[in-house]
């Protein structure tokens, strides 16, 4: 049996997310307990907030690791991938950190919600791909099956007085820049859309100035097609402070109410009005490719979707046996690097689908139907599950090897 302890960093704030997980959807032979096999997961989120993270972005958390120890750093939660530092959306690569800083390379590794992780790591320390959220509506109902797996026939009750529907909860450049982009185009009021007035006590407006910081700070790689007029993004974001908050599931944007099953439930009605979903992912720049609960959530509802969220992001549902409607979107968007580009990519097919009737909308999703049914059924599958286990396999085995 394989011992883990989760606790040794307690003090620093370990999310302990990993016993969870097991707990609840995996069987594994594992005991936490005292041990000289450790995952150390600090908590990342901003909103939570945790000095943690600090010393694992940094690397200094090696001059705090035991010795002859194995030794999982965790930042699976959230999305930390590749080499970069762009508001809300920081990209690191802590192995490169950890071996900077002295970590035991042979005896350390990094796991991370980064599909492409170890494509992109250039340091000697070992990297896993764990995903963090594939996981997430696959709770159990008490009379057997899963809870969030809705009736197929859900979608034959679907309404189309909207086209779109996005949920855009925290303020994020990507997210403030699509939103600018479709107020700019009169494709508000008619769709379904969110977005907070004031976040972590900034407003929106405020918050406009991540994305002019992250333009002077990286010109040569952030809008290299010069498509964001600083002046104007500053007018319209002025303006768009009247149009604030819209509100759809919740209207206390500053607590995370995803989480919850009153606000899941009481979304199903937007999926229920609206042809498809314009998913704005976590974080928007590459190379890495992380895949949050945002996505799966479309899925389980049996939504057609396009994702502004990093580039290979469909690459990587394909690759878990999804159907990226390929055929139906221009897809190209998924493999642009430059973030604007990818937004305006997708607003181009936007206004296209923008176009339709409801009864075209409504015939399309007929179209559509076995392939919307086949997505969700896809993400329950014992296929599914035993793929996303074999990720975690993966960690649990290096830990198992000898120490070295």
Not at 118 to 142: C, D, L, R
Not at 198 to 210: K, R, Y
Not at 279 to 298: H, I, Q, R
Not at 339 to 347: P, S
Request: charged fraction near 30%.
């Amino acid at each position: 049996m394989l011992t883990i302890d989760i606790t040794r960093f307690k003090n620093l704030g370990d999310d302990q997310w990993w016993m969870c997980l097991y707990n609840m959807f995996f069987d594994y032979d594992i005991k936490f307990e005292e041990s000289n096999r450790l995952i150390y997961e600090p908590r990342i989120s901003q909103e939570l907030g945790n000095a943690g993270i600090e010393c694992v972005k940094d690397g200094s958390i090696a001059k705090k690791l035991p010795k002859k120890s194995k030794i999982v750093i965790s930042t699976v939660q959230e999305p930390i991938c590749s080499e970069g530092d762009f508001f809300y959306h920081e990209n690191i690569n802590i192995d490169e950190k950890l071996e900077q800083h002295g970590a035991d390379i042979k005896n350390t590794c990094w796991a991370s919600g980064d599909f492409f992780v170890s494509e992109n790591s250039k340091s000697n320390i070992k990297t896993f791909f764990v995903p963090g959220w594939n996981h997430y509506y696959w709770e159990e109902a008490k009379t057997g099956g899963f809870k969030y797996d809705i009736p197929d026939t859900f979608i034959d009750q679907r309404t189309f007085n909207n086209t779109f529907l996005s949920f855009n909860r925290i303020h994020k450049p990507h997210r403030m820049y699509f939103l600018l982009r479709l107020r700019e185009m009169n494709m508000l009021d008619n769709n379904l859309i969110s977005c907070a007035k004031t976040m972590d006590g900034e407003t929106f407006e405020e918050h406009i100035e991540w994305i002019i910081a992250d333009k002077e700070k990286h010109d040569e790689i952030y809008d290299k097609y010069n498509l964001v007029n600083i002046e104007k993004l500053r007018t319209e974001a002025n303006k768009f402070m009247n149009d604030l908050p819209l509100v759809l599931d919740v209207d206390e944007f500053q607590e995370n109410g995803c989480f919850y099953d009153d606000t899941l439930w009481s979304s199903a009605s937007f999926y229920q009005n609206s042809f498809m979903s314009v998913l704005t992912e976590s974080s928007p720049v590459g190379p890495g490719c992380y895949v949050s609960e945002v996505v799966f959530k479309a899925i389980v509802f049996m939504h057609p979707f396009m994702i502004i969220g990093q580039p290979r992001t469909l690459e990587v549902l394909r690759h878990w046996g999804f159907d990226t409607f390929d055929d139906v979107f221009d897809n190209s968007y998924d493999l642009e690097e430059d973030m604007f580009k990818r937004i305006e990519m997708v607003i181009e097919q936007m206004e296209i689908i923008n176009q339709l009737t409801p009864e075209e909308l409504a015939e399309k999703t007929l179209e559509l139907r076995d392939r919307l049914v086949y997505n969700k059924k896809r993400y329950f599958s014992k296929e599914f599950r035993e793929i996303t286990k074999s990720y975690f396999d993966n960690v649990y085995n290096w830990l198992d090897d000898a120490i070295q």
